[in-house]
């Protein structure tokens, strides 16, 4: 308890001292707002509070209705950190009432800005599946397949010769059949989301009667439509919209005259980048053997795409603005998609920002969220030295530009 009381200065007149000081040899504090970080230098002290002349332009804190704000700065090696009151703001200072207490933390290990002028950036993220695809070897295939599995482990493998291979195999099975891997053009299909999001099997058994698309199914790897339906109800749909697109999908399938149906999710790694899709018509059913040489099939395709490295051609990445920046992390709001997009913690992301006309690819988790204003902290995790040179060039570049404002 002694250490952590060490760690918090609560004494009026030493808070008020400190801010002194800051104003005597010019440095930097940082304002946290909700949505942004903003720079500025202490201008004056009083005996009941101070004022910071603000270094960005964008801030009108008349319109945001706050009461109070964070502020941090480095003094002493420590990070100081403490919550201030505001008490008038006239463009480009604010006034606010010295802090009841300051805490501190170990020195920042890397500085923090915010870009003078807008970064666009965009953000991609894994949508984990439910069941990650389980590893195969020939005991685990049907025998018929065998040939088949031998070509997808080629070190050379030639990925367009091995779908033709399952192609066939597949109309084998049922004449309706295609390989569809995804594109820009339907990543965002409805059978697209299913697959990607379940990692299962999409299985039909009468596609006339509504309710083999969101009956119950005691199985780890097979699902219908009402995987989607609850994703749907978990989000806010009425119940009566749900109802209507319950009605669509069947409708979609009856006017293709389809009387069964089957999507089997492709996987790379562990990311479905498309699916095998077969349908019967006039009456005709598919049976679970039909289903089990179908995800045998999956299993192979997904052995010869992570030979060959093959990269499907669609990008789903989310439109964001960049809010803030150090060489270890970057804060993003996401300005683009339709309706509020929600993000786990953990989740595995990518982001691109451009860099002084130069792309920079950086990877890292989601540490950090606010679904409501659609605010994203992530952590670098693998970043070389050629990322980690242009980042922390932008970064000084951005510090010396905001020294140099008067």
């Known amino acids: 308890m ?3 009381k060490e760690k918090e200065i609560s004494s009026f007149e030493r808070i ?33 509070n101070f004022k910071i002349r603000i270094s960005g332009s964008t801030v009108n804190i008349n319109q945001q209705e706050l009461d109070f704000i964070y502020l941090s700065f480095i003094f002493s090696g420590e990070e100081l950190f403490g919550q ?38 965009k953000l991609k993220y894994k949508r984990f599946p439910q069941r990650r695809p389980e590893r195969a070897s020939p005991k685990d295939l049907p025998v018929k397949y065998s040939k088949l599995y031998w070509e997808a482990q080629r070190e050379s493998v030639d990925i367009k010769k091995l779908f033709l291979l399952v192609g066939g195999e597949m109309k084998k099975i049922c004449p309706q059949s295609q390989i569809i891997i995804y594109s820009d053009k339907n990543i965002n299909t409805r059978d697209a989301d299913v ?10 058994a009468d596609c006339t009667l509504p309710e083999s698309y969101t009956r119950f199914i005691p199985s780890e790897k097979i699902t219908n439509y009402s995987f989607y339906l609850e994703e749907k109800r978990s989000a806010g749909v009425s119940e009566e919209e749900l109802k209507e697109e319950l009605r669509m ?5 009856k006017k293709e005259g389809r009387s069964s149906k089957a999507l089997v999710p492709i996987f790379s790694k562990d990311e479905v980048i498309g699916h095998l899709k077969v349908f019967t018509k006039d009456g005709g059913s598919l049976s679970y053997e039909a289903l089990s040489d179908l995800m045998a099939l999956g299993v192979i395709l997904k052995i010869g795409i992570e030979k060959a490295r093959f990269v499907p051609a669609f990008d789903d990445s989310i439109p964001t603005d960049l809010l803030n920046i150090s060489e270890g992390g ?16 953990g989740a595995d992301a990518q982001i691109k920002i451009l860099i002084n006309d130069k792309e920079i690819v950086l990877r890292g988790n989601v540490c950090r969220k606010s679904d409501e204003q659609q605010n994203y902290a992530i ?15 932008f970064i000084d570049e951005n510090i010396e530009k905001l020294q140099g404002k008067e």
């Open 2 to 4: 002694a250490a952590a």
């Open 16 to 48: 008020k001292r400190i801010i002194g000081i800051l104003r005597l040899d010019g440095r930097e504090v940082e304002l946290h707002f909700p949505h942004y970080i903003e720079v500025g230098k202490v201008s004056d002290t009083t005996a009941e």
């Open 84 to 121: 201030c009151p505001i008490t008038k703001h006239e463009h480009p200072y604010l006034t606010m009432s010295y802090p009841d207490i300051f805490k501190s933390r170990t020195k920042r290990r890397y500085p923090r800005i915010r870009p003078l002028i807008p970064v666009s950036a």
């Open 195 to 204: 697959m990607r999001k379940s990692g299962k099997v999409l299985y039909i």
């Open 249 to 253: 999908i069947v409708e979609e399938d």
């Open 330 to 345: 970057i804060l993003l709001q996401i300005t683009g998609g339709e309706g509020k997009t929600s993000i786990p913690e």
């Open 379 to 393: 952590q670098f995790t693998k970043i070389d030295d050629d990322q980690k040179n242009a980042l922390k060039g």
